[in-house]
T-cell receptor
């Protein structure tokens, strides 16, 4: 089955700096890669996603890049703010019959004011 | 925040007892999922279902059971066979196929077994 590895497990940045979280996946048949943000005590929510036919996608201060050949994708957050502090999960969806998504182990991002 | 609900928010049980966690959605989503969240281990899939009366085991199904008698409901039973049941349980739902595979999560149930 699919295996998703995520690094780093914790990340501290100064407010205004950039943050990068990296994920690798194992199944070349995966075709959809979402990122979820989970604030303390709250449910995970989708913040950005990318499909396998696209190399990069941006949404304001957030961007995701995908390298299909190397089977890795990354989340980039620019001009970080304290409200960006949360746990971020990457995931990969297998393109086969069942809609199964495998999540990474999460990155706890702390933005220091 | 509406759309998918889980109850109760906190649940306490004695070891050896079965317990059922509720998950209901009014989003008209076909697919529903149960995840277990432990510190440092991300979200691990327990069971998922794409249609009524059909469900598939996820990566950690042992000691758990589910049913999908209605499209809106996907209850999870944590049985006494689950060796380490204390965890945070998240239910999610999604539409099937395009244009979006986004999963909508419930608020979660924190289960403590002593």
């Amino acid at each position: 089955g699919e295996n998703v590895e995520q690094h780093p497990s914790t990340l501290s940045v100064q407010e205004g700096d950039s943050a990068v979280i990296k994920c690798t996946y194992s199944d070349s048949a995966s075709n959809y890669f979402p990122w979820y943000k989970q604030e303390l005590g709250k449910r995970p929510q989708l913040i950005i996603d990318i499909r396998s036919n696209v190399g990069e996608k941006k949404d304001q201060r957030i961007a995701v890049t995908l390298n299909k050949t190397a089977k890795h994708f990354s989340l980039h957050i620019t001009e970080t703010q304290p409200e960006d502090s949360a746990v971020y999960f990457c995931a990969a969806r297998y393109s086969g019959g069942y809609q199964k998504v495998t999540f990474g182990t999460g990155t706890k991002l702390q933005v220091i004011p | 925040d509406g759309g998918i609900t889980q109850s109760p928010k906190y649940l306490f049980r004695k070891e050896g007892q079965n317990v059922t966690l509720s998950c209901e959605q009014n989003l008209n989503h076909d697919a529903m999922y149960w995840y277990r969240q432990d510190p440092g281990q991300g979200l691990r899939l327990i069971y998922y279902s794409q249609i009524v009366n059909d469900f598939q085991k996820g990566d950690i199904a042992e000691g758990y059971s589910v049913s999908r008698e209605k499209k809106e409901s996907f209850p999870l039973t944590v049985t006494s066979a689950q060796k380490n049941p204390t965890a945070f349980y998240l239910c999610a739902s999604s539409i099937l196929g395009q244009p979006s595979y986004e999963q909508y999560f419930g608020p979660g149930t924190r289960l403590t077994v002593t």
